[in-house]
């Protein structure tokens, strides 16, 4: 399944998913610890500006990495495609890292 469908059935995704917490968010794609998120606030938050607000999310550190809002699929798909290659990179830095031996061990 390409992103950008994966982004489209995320987005169906979230509009069927009950509300239990200020936020919900529904997985796009993951690279490791790293996960792409389609998120909605709850609240008036900035997310709720956008059709579309995508969140980078490190489940190691528990924290969001990066995040961006869009108004149509196209800039969503282009924002999703940007944060999936963060995502790839950062993965592959962490095991080449986690991976990594000081000399003479």
């Not at 390409?2 to 979230?14: D, G, P, S």
């Not at 995508?54 to 550190?61: N, P, S, T, V, Y």
């Not at 290659?85 to 095991?95: G, I, M, V, W, Y």
Request: net charge negative.
């Amino acid at each position: 399944m390409t992103l950008e469908a994966r982004l489209v059935w995320a987005h169906i995704e979230l509009q069927v998913t009950p509300t239990e917490r200020d936020v919900k968010f529904v997985p796009v794609a993951r690279y490791g610890a790293y996960e792409l998120r389609l998120v909605e606030a709850t609240d008036s938050a900035v997310a709720n500006r956008f059709d579309f607000w995508l969140e980078l999310f490190d489940h190691g550190q528990r924290i969001s990495v990066d995040s961006g809002g869009a108004d149509d699929l196209e800039t969503a798909v282009t924002i999703a495609e940007a944060l999936a290659a963060d995502a790839k990179a950062l993965s592959k830095a962490s095991s080449e890292f986690n991976g990594a031996r000081p000399p003479g061990v």
